[in-house]
């Protein structure tokens, strides 16, 4: 895909609200994140995924980067259990800000910290590895578990930052909480120094925008700019009829499509209307999902590679299951007729509804 900002676009992953002082802070060059209806969609620029495919996999064959890489998993994770036996202790309010403001970066350093060790068995760093599974099977599913731990037991670290100090900084400063999401970085600093923005630029931003880093440069677009960029990338898209990804466990069905969406932090509702026999359609499971996935008579996600938590769960019921196929969600409505070919990766898609 080519625009006039780069040359191609190619889907990385898609993630429920992501607070744009946190992208603004981990973005790499070369990625562009896409906001609109509370969902980000991430993507990588200038074919910055073949080279981040050939780094994964020239780490990761190394036996010797693969030991060094889970002594640093167990490192971060020994960090998260510090950081939630010392917010079990301390109390905010009677802290400066000052104090507060050391508290955030902190955090936020760590959540970088963080960030790089999770981004490192991504889909796209691994990809090399699906076509050699067999003879890396041990250290595959090494990282798998490697990846779903980290996820698991991070997740009280951002309920620290936004549950918490997020919340103490909109109170002591009059701002609101929802505003602060729609910060970049930078602004998120100034607001110790008393400034904020104005409404109407929040309010633009919750419309919609586009985080470019390209050059080394960060862009952010709103309004028109955004909404030409997002309905070239997410909306003009051809008549498809069928769906390509990897093969995660082997097997072959068709059925119903039945959609869950992770953009409400509580699906329970959507999971427990799901039916056994459908097939379960999302951007990635999660342990919120897995009880849909044991009903499901397969599994499409738009996200994930031969460690993601999709591929692990599939293995372990014995689910066909294709994973990465980038446009699942996008393309595949509730009630749609699919083929699942999960010994090829293909999703065949029979009727419309």
Request: glycine letters at 6%; proline letters at 2%; hydrophobic letters at 40%.
């Amino acid at each position: 895909m080519k625009t006039r900002y780069f040359n191609t676009a190619e889907f990385w992953a898609r993630e429920w609200r992501l607070p744009l002082f946190w992208l603004s802070s981990i973005s790499g060059n070369n990625s562009l994140s896409l906001y609109k209806n509370s969902v980000v969609h991430l993507y990588y620029l200038n074919k910055r995924e073949i080279r981040s495919s050939r780094l994964g996999y020239k780490f990761f064959s190394n036996k010797k980067n693969v030991d060094r890489y889970e002594k640093k998993v167990g490192e971060v994770i020994l960090e998260i259990k510090a950081i939630r036996l010392r917010y079990d202790k301390i109390k905010l309010g009677k802290l400066s800000n000052v104090d507060v403001r050391k508290e955030l970066f902190a955090i936020l350093r760590f959540l970088n910290k963080y960030g790089e060790a999770y981004l490192k068995t991504e889909a796209v760093y691994l990809e090399k590895f699906a076509d050699a599974s067999r003879t890396y099977g041990p250290v595959l599913k090494k990282l798998g578990d490697l990846r779903f731990s980290l996820r698991k037991k991070g997740e009280p670290v951002f309920y620290i930052l936004l549950g918490v100090l997020l919340k103490e900084i909109a109170r002591r400063f009059n701002l609101k909480f929802s505003d602060l999401l729609f910060y970049t970085i930078n602004e998120l600093k100034r607001t110790f120094s008393g400034k904020k923005l104005q409404e109407r630029v929040t309010q633009d931003r919750k419309r919609g925008y586009a985080l470019l880093f390209l050059r080394n440069k960060q862009t952010l677009l709103t309004g028109k700019k955004f909404k030409e960029l997002y309905n070239e990338i997410i909306l003009s898209k051809p008549k498809i009829e069928e769906l390509r990804g990897w093969a995660a466990m082997k097997g072959s069905v068709s059925g119903k499509v039945h959609l869950i969406l992770h953009r409400r932090r509580d699906i329970s509702e959507e999971v427990a209307a799901f039916k056994r026999g459908e097939i379960l359609v999302t951007e990635m499971t999660r342990p919120d999902t897995v009880l849909a996935c044991k009903k499901a008579a397969a599994i499409l996600t738009d996200e994930g590679g031969v460690t993601s938590h999709a591929a692990i769960i599939s293995r372990e019921f014995k689910i066909p299951c294709i994973v990465g196929t980038k446009i699942a969600t996008q393309v595949l409505k509730d009630g749609d007729l699919v083929e699942v070919d999960a010994d090829k990766g293909i999703v065949k898609i029979l009727k419309k509804k």
